[in-house]
């Protein structure tokens, strides 16, 4: 570890491209396996929705011949040990002049050389596990880049502080921004030449855990084990004096015993659910911090593993401005500064690298966060133009009446009253659904952004500059075109823009002004 001693002595000095020693390659701490190991661990239980199936088929042989399980047990311990030491002992790193080169994997060997110029974000995390020990990872993302590029998994804290400030500073532009403190009600230490912007308290947090949905990933993943999970339950109910079969049995109950049951129930389950998701966001945003300095934006957050990511204002594709019913029921807005491939909306927020997440702030910290990122905006101001309503025509008429006629009828033919009722109800809610959808679905521009929104009983409002759209598409069907209609698709790198049918004339001004801008600016889209 003598060179990796003489590293940080080379970055103190500013002399870390320059030193012969910056050539070596390096060998990670030992603590890494650890690093390592854990992640092996997750990579399995990542795995475990598409192996459940068959250790629920086999769960009745292993019950009947315990034995069995145990060879299982000895080859997933003995591919732990080995995937683990093994990917330690390959992972390399060494530094050169404005590059960092990492060597990597067991049986697919990967050589990444990554410029310092090249790095869009610079991101330190801290596990718990590391935390104690004063070690960190270092995970770089390349600009437009589909996933992470490379991570260096343990470092020194500060080690890793210093490289990641000599990396940022192969881009530093000078700029002369101002900023005011919106929110700053916590202990959260700030580095001295950084502007705090945003904070959010643990009121906040548990807000946006009732609000967010991101139980119904968990409630997905343990799809396969229901049964297994609701025979324990009951087997639990019974030890306690509790028998849901008589409980919602209408021969020992009137009809409205059962209904409370019932009710009751659902009550205590959505409660737990609901423990489920506030857990997650004070896991996933505690501490949170939003700051600046210069012309970059660093967040920190995180109550097991802290999580720092950084993202340059040229970097910026979108601001996301999303607000689901209820939501908008407590007045809270969920922010988002979105970069490239920012479409995976429903992964953990601290877990992504290429956005910048305020969750659950009040409507006039929104704007005040959105308008210091982007000052020239009209967001609050500007009237959205609605799609037209031939939209609901193809919907509902063409699509969805038709599908309902059909099975509505052969219900009617064998006499299944109440399936048609059935049928019934989801299509009328089906149709209710469109609605909304065409109801909140619109778009405006100005001279330098563009603002969409959408949404069913939220609202989702996102807004870009109009230089930052790579790519365009001009739609037409046939029955579109003799409306007089299109549709219009906007590219960017953090995701799709679609606006369907507005009239042709909107449709070809807003790809033209698109193109235009994108030529006569001269800005990069990073």
Not at 128 to 133: F, K, N, V
Not at 218 to 223: H, I
Not at 328 to 357: E, H, P, V, Y
Request: charged share 20%; with cysteine; hydrophobic share 45%.
């Amino acid at each position: 570890m003598d060179n990796e001693t003489e590293l940080e002595e080379n970055i103190v000095n500013n002399d870390i491209v320059d030193d012969a020693a910056t050539n070596t390659w390096q060998r990670l701490h030992p603590i890494a396996i650890l690093y390592f190991g854990i992640a092996f661990i997750r990579g399995l239980m990542g795995s475990f929705i598409y192996i459940a199936p068959g250790l629920l088929i086999g769960y009745n042989s292993i019950k009947d011949y315990p034995f069995i399980a145990l060879p299982i047990v000895i080859i997933i311990i003995a591919l732990l040990v080995t995937t683990t030491v093994l990917s330690f002992y390959f992972f390399q790193y060494r530094l050169s002049k404005g590059s960092i080169e990492i060597r990597s994997g067991v049986l697919n060997k990967k050589h990444v050389n990554l410029p310092f110029s090249r790095i869009q974000n610079v991101k330190i995390e801290q596990p718990l596990y590391y935390r104690y020990a004063g070690f960190a990872c270092l995970a770089l993302d390349t600009a437009g880049s589909v996933k992470q590029e490379a991570k260096v998994v343990a470092l020194k804290l500060d080690f890793a502080e210093k490289l990641k400030q000599e990396i940022l500073a192969q881009h530093q532009v000078s700029a002369n921004i101002e900023a005011e403190h919106l929110e700053s009600t916590t202990d959260i230490e700030i580095p001295p030449d950084e502007t705090l912007l945003n904070t959010r308290s643990v009121r906040d947090l548990v807000i946006h855990g009732i609000t967010s949905n991101r139980i119904w990933i968990f409630l997905g993943v343990l799809a396969p084990l229901y049964d297994e999970i609701a025979s324990y339950v009951g087997e639990f109910l019974l030890s306690i004096g509790i028998d849901l079969g008589d409980s919602f049995s209408l021969v020992s109950h009137s009809w409205w015993q059962v209904s409370l049951y019932a009710l009751s129930m659902t009550m205590f389950i959505m409660l737990l659910l609901t423990l489920f998701s506030v857990f997650g966001s004070i896991m996933t945003f505690y501490g949170y911090s939003l700051t600046k300095k210069g012309d970059r934006y660093i967040r920190r957050s995180g109550l097991f593993t802290k999580h720092e990511v950084t993202m340059r204002l040229s970097r910026l594709q979108m601001i996301a401005h999303k607000r689901d019913w209820l939501d908008m029921l407590l007045k809270r807005i969920n922010l988002s500064f979105d970069q490239s491939n920012a479409g995976t909306q429903n992964m953990q927020g601290a877990a992504l690298t290429n956005k910048i997440m305020v969750p659950s702030i009040k409507p006039a910290q929104a704007d005040a966060l959105i308008n210091e990122v982007y000052p020239e905006n009209q967001l609050a101001k500007l009237p959205f133009q609605a799609i037209s309503k031939r939209y609901l025509i193809r919907i509902i008429a063409l699509m969805l009446l038709p599908l309902f006629s059909i099975v509505s009828a052969l219900a009617l033919y064998n006499l299944k009253i109440q399936l048609t009722l059935i049928f019934t109800g989801v299509f009328l809610f089906l149709c209710l659904l469109t609605y909304m959808r065409w109801l909140r679905w619109g778009y405006a521009t100005d001279k330098n952004f563009i603002y969409v929104r959408k949404g069913i009983f939220g609202i989702d409002t996102y807004c870009f500059p109009n230089y930052k759209v790579q790519q365009t598409s001009f739609k037409q069907s046939i029955f579109m075109k003799r409306r007089g209609l299109c549709s219009v698709k906007l590219v960017l790198a953090s995701g799709t823009m679609d606006i369907p049918f507005i009239t042709e004339i909107q449709g070809k001004e807003l790809v033209n002004s698109c193109l235009y801008h994108i030529e006569s600016s001269g800005k990069s889209w990073m």
